[in-house]
């Protein structure tokens, strides 16, 4: 009897590790694993986050708005971080956008700005404006699921595209620019 007793826990394990086995096969047959990421905010506006500026003192009253955005044109938005791999590896992209004459805004998620500041000195700045987001609140309203994350926006403050991930080929680019042209 105490021998069974001894193969219990074991007994516990496998069958949790099944059950695990199981959920994660079904996510991943039912589109909601990993390549699931739902763009709920497409065809809303902009969430309004105070945020400040990566150069200055000055702080937005919306994540888009005069300082920020043309009034009247559409923008592309761009969330990333200097800690980001990925970030690194779209940045071309986004310097292709910015030399297209795509309006660029980003969001510095989570990042200290001096950090911020030494990324974009080294690999070169596509944005228009920095926008901070030290404390990950404008992510939690933009519903990013992590860094990069990019959104088309038309001229009425309207989110029309998202791009979970880096936009790392010219076709990622092409799409970005095709959503941003048709605004």
Same mark, same amino acid.
């Given at each position: ?8 826990? @074991?007994?516990?394990?496998? #069958?949790?590790?099944?059950?695990? #086995?199981? *959920?994660?096969? =079904?996510?991943?047959?039912?589109? *909601?694993?990993?390549?699931? =990421? ?49 970030? =690194?590896?779209? $940045?071309? /992209?986004?310097? #292709?956008?910015?030399? /297209? ?10 990042? +200290?700005?001096?950090?911020?500041? #030494? ?5 070169? +700045? ?7 987001? =030290? ?23 309207? @989110? *029309? $595209? ?8 010219? *076709? ?8 941003? /042209?048709?605004?």
């Amino acid at each position: 009897m105490t021998r069974w007793m001894a193969l219990l826990p @074991i007994i516990a394990l496998v #069958a949790l590790g099944g059950f695990l #086995a199981f *959920q994660m096969n =079904r996510m991943a047959n039912s589109g *909601q694993g990993a390549e699931y =990421r739902p763009a709920a905010l497409v065809g809303k506006p902009v969430p309004e986050t105070v945020l400040p500026l990566l150069e200055g003192a000055a702080v937005s009253d919306k994540m888009l708005d005069a300082k920020t955005a043309a009034v009247g044109k559409p923008v592309v938005l761009n969330v990333f971080a200097s800690w980001c791999a990925p970030c =690194r590896l779209e $940045h071309p /992209q986004l310097m #292709a956008l910015k030399a /297209q004459g795509v309006k660029v805004i980003g969001i510095a998620y989570k990042d +200290d700005p001096a950090k911020t500041r #030494a990324f974009l000195d080294e690999l070169g +700045d596509p944005f228009d404006v920095v926008l901070v987001d =030290r404390e990950g609140r404008a992510g939690l309203d933009l519903g990013i699921s992590g860094v990069p994350e990019t959104f088309v926006i038309d001229a009425y403050g309207t @989110i *029309q $595209h998202k791009a979970s991930g880096p936009i790392i080929t010219d *076709q990622d680019r092409a799409e970005l620019v095709a959503a941003f /042209q048709k605004r």
